[in-house]
């Protein structure tokens, strides 16, 4: 059974410090994608990354970076430097190929960069 | 391309009521999702389409929801008759290729 763990409910940091998001699957399936979504408070889902089970290489966009380790089932999510926008829920998932683009979230983290 | 667009933003309506919520999908995206996303549940799956079928409804919660997709440009969510614990914030979203974009959502509630 395909499954997200998003263990972090809430977190707070000040404004500049480093965060990592926290994000543990589990599949049965080879061939499986992860992604990474964002919602701010005015609501709206914003897609952020999404990575492929064979790519293990970490990605790094801006601020943002992305650790991938399957022999760890993960695939966390850091931001460097954080800012008071950065302040949303930040959304972890999974979806195995073949099942119709169908995606399992996980229960989201709360991310509050404070000024 | 101006991403998934749905409608209404808002929804405000009393209990009983009918009410139908749009989505107009990506132009040449395959599938369309129907969430709900509530404080207490999180984001639910309710139904989903592959080239205007529906695939799966098991998400959706009572027969009082309905879900239809005539063409590839638009679908409706409906919910008959509406009640207060309905109240939620809706979203559409299209995929191809494995990745979802996801609608501002609807945000119903239900007096």
């Known amino acids: 059974a395909q499954k997200v763990t998003q263990a972090q409910t809430e977190i707070s940091v000040v404004e500049k410090e480093d965060v990592t998001l926290d994000c543990v699957y589990e599949?049965?399936?080879?061939?499986?994608?992860l992604f990474w979504y964002k919602q701010p408070p005015s609501g709206e889902l914003v897609f952020l990354i999404r990575r492929n089970s064979f790519d293990e290489q970490n990605e790094i966009s801006g601020r943002y970076s992305w650790n991938f380790q399957k022999s760890t089932s993960s695939f966390n999510f850091t931001i460097t430097a954080s800012q008071v926008v950065d302040s949303a829920v930040y959304f972890c998932?999974?979806?195995?190929?073949?099942?119709?683009?169908?995606?399992?979230f996980g229960k989201g983290t709360r991310l509050h960069i404070l000024p | 391309d101006a991403g998934v667009i749905q409608s209404p933003r808002h929804e405000v309506t009393e209990m009983g009521q009918e009410v139908t919520l749009r989505c107009k999908p990506i132009s040449g995206h395959d599938y369309l999702f129907w969430y709900r996303q509530t404080m207490m549940r999180g984001l639910e799956l309710l139904i989903y389409?592959?080239?205007?079928?529906?695939?799966?409804d098991s998400g959706m919660p009572e027969d009082r929801f309905s879900a239809k997709m005539p063409n590839a440009s638009f679908s409706t969510l409906k919910i008959q008759p509406s009640e207060p614990r309905d109240s939620a914030v809706y979203f559409c979203?299209?995929?191809?290729?494995?990745?979802?974009?996801f609608g501002p959502g609807t945000r119903l509630l239900v007096l």
């Open positions: 389409f592959n080239n205007n079928v529906p695939i799966d």
């Open positions: 599949t049965r399936d080879t061939t499986y994608y």
């Open positions: 979203a299209s995929s191809s290729q494995e990745t979802q974009y």
């Open positions: 998932a999974l979806s195995e190929a073949d099942r119709d683009d169908k995606i399992i």
